[in-house]
C-alpha cells in the first residue's frame, strides 16, 4: 500500500489538491496524510503580538484548522480517513520532509508565476524542483 502526502493550508487551492488526492488514493489503495505546517514571523512574534495570552498554542490552532479543512472539504467520515500531520516549520520543507518514502506529494497553486511566484516563495514551485518523489500541482 502507497502513501500520498498532501499540503493542506485551507485555501481553495488546497482544498482541490486533497480531494484530488483522496480519488487518487481511492484508485490506488494508498493512505493519504493531510500536512498542515506552521511558523513564527520572521521577525521576534512576541514583539509583534503584545498581549497574546499565555496560553496561546500555535500548534493547538493549526490542528484545528487543519480538521476544520478536512471535515469542510470531505465530510466528518472522509476527514476520519486521512492521517493528519501538524508540523512547526517552513511549509515547503514540511512538505518535503514528510515526502520521503512517499508515492506521491500533492500540493495545490494559486496560479503565481515567474517572478511573483519567486518574490512570494511558491511552495508547489519549491517542492517540484526539490521533491524526492513524483508530485502534482493541482491549480486553482
Known amino acids: 500500500m502507497g502513501r500520498i502526502v498532501v499540503g493542506v493550508d485551507g485555501?481553495?487551492?488546497?482544498?482541490?489538491?486533497?480531494?484530488?488526492?483522496?480519488r487518487q488514493a481511492e484508485l490506488t489503495g494508498a493512505t493519504v496524510e493531510a500536512v498542515n505546517?506552521?511558523?513564527?514571523?520572521?521577525?521576534?512574534?512576541?514583539?509583534?503580538?503584545p498581549g497574546m495570552p499565555e496560553d496561546f498554542d500555535p500548534q493547538a490552532l493549526a490542528?484545528?484548522?487543519?480538521?476544520?479543512?478536512?471535515?469542510?472539504?470531505?465530510?466528518a467520515e472522509g476527514a476520519a480517513a486521512v492521517?493528519?500531520?501538524?508540523?512547526i516549520g517552513n511549509p515547503a520543507q514540511a512538505l518535503l520532509d514528510r515526502a520521503q518514502g512517499a508515492d506521491l506529494?500533492?500540493?495545490g497553486a494559486r496560479g503565481h508565476t515567474g517572478l511573483?511566484?519567486?518574490?512570494?516563495?511558491?511552495?508547489?514551485?519549491h517542492v517540484t524542483?526539490?521533491?524526492?518523489?513524483?508530485?502534482?500541482?493541482?491549480?486553482d
Open 11 to 22: 485555501s481553495d487551492a488546497s482544498i482541490k489538491a486533497l480531494h484530488w488526492a483522496v
Open 37 to 49: 505546517s506552521w511558523e513564527y514571523p520572521a521577525t521576534s512574534w512576541a514583539s509583534m503580538m
Open 63 to 75: 490542528t484545528v484548522s487543519l480538521n476544520e479543512a478536512l471535515e469542510e472539504a470531505l465530510g
Open 83 to 87: 492521517h493528519k500531520i501538524v508540523v
Open 105 to 107: 506529494l500533492v500540493v
Open 116 to 125: 511573483k511566484a519567486t518574490l512570494l516563495g511558491s511552495v508547489s514551485l
Open 129 to 139: 524542483q526539490h521533491a524526492p518523489c513524483p508530485v502534482t500541482v493541482v491549480r
